[in-house]
């Protein structure tokens, strides 16, 4: 549902070297939608139905057109489907917190290395250790989600890994927070489908527990010390995601993320926008519709001008 781990995609398409930097991909204020879901109940009103169906139509033609939006105006406050509250955390923050996490030593990181079982991933991932294609992957990770209550129910439900040192808390409260916007999200695009914004929850209820969130570090060539030729890198292989929606945070000013545009057989940049997230479709939601939303193949390409990028 939210910020799931990325699978690899039998296309590489790591031939298709043209790019073009063009902002392709519609900013659709949500502001309207949340405020209408936290509302409705006590502020019924024809103004608000309407503003809040037209957000949703912006949503599904983004979907339908792109599979990948902006969206800003999200952290409207709401008690119903999340944890999230205005300026409760600043983007600044997060990526704060998240750049904290890899100086700890080597030494530290390794004690809390994931050890991928039946899809589950949880902890520590190192500089190169995964990779969708044949190019090595300039990047280390952190991989976490919800921590089960009780015995899991699934084999994607695992306890999470931290460095000793590692405050929880804050990640917790950030991946609570994703979770509120992708259950406003869903309940948006279902709303504008079935003029029913429940008509998913059947499928998206509990969806939290398979979630996961990926805190990663994206490194520059100048600082490859793999030994591996320099055309061979890559922050992310080309891929597609398999979950309902991917929500992500970039780093200001840092530009890598892609997305290929198969119409014109070229990459297209997503760079980072100030009060913004980025989302795009995940498989499950690109076959719920039955193929109506685009899963977007995408990628992340390494630093160019910094030594590094930081995104959730």
Not at 87 to 105: E, P, Y
Not at 175 to 199: K, Q
Request: hydrophobic share 35%; with cysteine.
């Amino acid at each position: 549902m939210l910020l799931t781990v990325a699978k690899s995609h039998s296309r590489t398409l790591n031939s298709i070297l043209k790019t073009r930097s063009i902002h392709s991909i519609p900013i659709i204020d949500v502001g309207p939608l949340f405020q209408f879901f936290t509302n409705k109940e006590s502020y019924p009103s024809q103004t608000s139905t309407t503003t809040a169906k037209a957000c949703s139509l912006e949503l599904i033609n983004a979907c339908t057109k792109y599979g990948a939006f902006y969206i800003k105006n999200y952290s409207a406050p709401f008690d119903q489907l999340g944890s999230l509250h205005r300026n409760s955390h600043t983007s600044d923050r997060m990526l704060k917190n998240a750049r904290n996490i890899f100086t700890f030593s080597e030494h530290l990181k390794q004690q809390a290395k994931a050890v991928p079982k039946d899809g589950l991933i949880r902890g520590y991932i190192g500089i190169g250790e995964e990779s969708g294609s044949d190019q090595f992957e300039l990047k280390e990770a952190m991989s976490y989600g919800l921590n089960p209550s009780g015995t899991p129910t699934n084999c994607l439900e695992g306890s999470n890994l931290w460095p000793v040192g590692v405050d929880p808390q804050p990640f917790d409260e950030y991946f609570s927070n994703f979770v509120g916007i992708a259950n406003f999200l869903y309940r948006g695009l279902s709303l504008g489908l079935y003029s029913d914004a429940d008509e998913w929850n059947s499928i998206c209820q509990g969806g939290e527990s398979i979630s996961v969130m990926r805190i990663t570090r994206y490194l520059s060539k100048l600082n490859d010390r793999s030994g591996v030729a320099q055309k061979n890198i890559i922050g992310s292989s080309p891929h597609t995601d398999w979950g309902f929606f991917t929500v992500i945070l970039q780093e200001n000013g840092v530009n890598g993320l892609q997305i290929f545009d198969e119409s014109e057989n070229t990459w297209i940049d997503i760079p980072p926008k100030v009060g913004t997230l980025v989302v795009h479709v995940g498989d499950f939601l690109s076959l719920l519709t039955n193929g109506k939303f685009k899963s977007p193949l995408h990628r992340v390409i390494t630093p160019q001008e910094v030594s590094e990028r930081i995104s959730y």
